[in-house]
């Protein structure tokens, strides 16, 4: 149940401009937030659409140009 609160919480706070990582492995940069999506950036003009529910983690920023 903690885990399960903290990661509410995470979903909770993200916002655009965030550096995030995926259940499935997907780093990118959140463009756009709506109620149960997000947008991210994966490369130059590359954008999908995501459940908010997969994102697993949010990165220190920097963290794209550096992988």
Do not use: M
């Not at 401009?17 to 756009?32: F, M, R, Y």
């Amino acid at each position: 149940q903690k885990r399960q609160k903290e990661h509410t919480a995470l979903i909770g706070a993200v916002a655009s401009g965030d550096e995030v990582l995926t259940a499935g492995g997907v780093l990118g940069k959140v463009t756009g937030v709506s109620e149960h999506y997000a947008t991210l950036q994966i490369a130059d003009n590359v954008e999908i659409k995501i459940q908010k529910s997969t994102i697993s983690a949010v990165v220190p920023k920097g963290t794209i140009e550096a992988a």
